[in-house]
């Protein structure tokens, strides 16, 4: 069974230095990998996704990640963190079926002013 | 274009009710899914459904019933609400294809079972 970790609960950095969320994955073939956000009391937000093609992938409000196949990990990156970057953050893998994700526990980001 | 909607938006149940948690997509996606969000164990998904007519367990079904009788409705139910079904609820959509499976959730309902 395919599955992703996220091995901090939260992380904490000041306002304008760089953020890293950490994700690691374990599937079976190739890896369709996700990155979604959630603020307080509200629905997940896509942020960016791994199909094929560059290993540095550019997403919304800033962030981008880094896939790296044989560390099998997915990490989340900002160069500058800012005080509304705060939030939960979830990294997922498409599951076989095409429809569906399986998701990490999620990492809580705090940027400090 | 309203997007993934779902009501209501907040619920409290005693235990043994039965309630249905309602999800409306307009934007014509044929895969849709729920899935609930517990502190500490991210989203779980709980039933799916590729198609009209058509759906599938995940990993949490019990307890739960879905139908999809239309492309745009994926109801879930609670026959017998329990308190180990407190929980927030998302509704998801995505659209077929390798290269266009982003999925966008629903604002969530959030249910207590006392």
């Known amino acids: 069974a395919q599955s992703v970790a996220q091995p901090e609960d939260q992380v904490n950095v000041a306002e304008g230095n760089p953020l890293t969320v950490k994700c690691t994955y374990s599937?079976?073939?190739?890896?369709?990998l996700f990155w979604y956000v959630q603020y307080p009391n509200r629905g997940l937000q896509f942020l960016l996704k791994y199909i094929t093609g560059d290993n540095l992938v550019k997403g919304s409000y800033g962030f981008e990640a880094e896939f790296n196949k044989s560390q099998t990990s997915f990490h989340l990156k900002k160069p500058s963190a800012l005080v509304s970057d705060s939030a939960l953050y979830f990294c997922?893998?498409?599951?076989?079926?095409?429809?569906?994700?399986?998701f990490g526990k999620g990492t809580m980001l705090l940027v400090s002013p | 274009n309203a997007g993934v909607t779902q009501t209501p938006k907040f619920q409290v149940l005693k235990t043994g009710q039965s309630m249905t948690l309602q999800c409306a997509q307009d934007m014509n996606h044929e895969y849709m899914s729920w899935y609930r969000q517990d502190p500490g164990m991210g989203l779980r998904l709980i039933h799916y459904s590729v198609g009209a007519g058509i759906t599938d367990q995940g990993e949490v079904p019990n307890g739960y019933n879905v139908s999809r009788s239309t492309t745009e409705d994926f109801p879930l139910r609670l026959l017998s609400a329990a308190p180990s079904q407190t929980s927030v609820y998302f509704c998801?959509?995505?659209?077929?294809?390798?290269?266009?499976?982003?999925?966008?959730f629903g604002p969530g309902t959030r249910l207590t079972v006392l």
């Open positions: 599937v079976s073939g190739n890896p369709y």
């Open positions: 998801a959509t995505t659209n077929r294809g390798w290269d266009t499976d982003t999925q966008y």
């Open positions: 997922a893998v498409r599951d076989k079926g095409y429809s569906t994700l399986t």
